[in-house]
C-alpha cells in the first residue's frame, strides 16, 4: 500500500497536487507537492511534521523539504520538495507515484 506520511506512522489523507520537472538529460527532477488542508496541520495533531516520508512495498523515500502555508496566520497547506539525482532515483519515484496514483484515483496530465 502506497502512502504519505508528514509523521512517522500517521498516512495522510489529503490527496496532494503533484508537479513534476526533469532535466533533459533525464539524470534529476524535481516533485512538488502541495497538499491543502492537510491533515499533518490540523489543530487536534500533536505529531510533529519530521518530513516527507512516500512509502510503499519497496520500501521508503524522504525529503526533509517541507514548509508550510499560512493565510491570516491560520495554516492552509503544506509544500514538499523531492528531488531526484539520478535516473535510478526518478524510476524509482515513479514507480511510488503509480501506485499511489492508482490506489488513491489520481490522473497524470501534461501542461
Known amino acids: 500500500m502506497a502512502q504519505i506520511q508528514f509523521s512517522r506512522g500517521i498516512n495522510e489523507d489529503v490527496i496532494p497536487e503533484i508537479r513534476l520537472t526533469r532535466s533533459r ?4 527532477g524535481t516533485a512538488t507537492f502541495v497538499f491543502t488542508n492537510p491533515k499533518a ?3 487536534s495533531n500533536t505529531e510533529e511534521i519530521t518530513g516527507m ?3 510503499d512495498e519497496e520500501g521508503e523515500l524522504v525529503t526533509r523539504e517541507v514548509k508550510g502555508k499560512f493565510v491570516n496566520g491560520k495554516p ?3 509544500e ?3 528531488l531526484m539525482k539520478s535516473s535510478e532515483q526518478w524510476d524509482r519515484f515513479m514507480r511510488f507515484m503509480e501506485r499511489y496514483s492508482q490506489e488513491h484515483g489520481l490522473e497524470f496530465s501534461k501542461s
Do not use: P, Q
Open 53 to 55: 516520508y512516500l512509502i
Open 25 to 28: 538529460t533525464g539524470d534529476s
Open 41 to 43: 496541520l490540523e489543530s
Open 80 to 82: 514538499a520538495v523531492y
Open 76 to 78: 492552509e497547506a503544506l
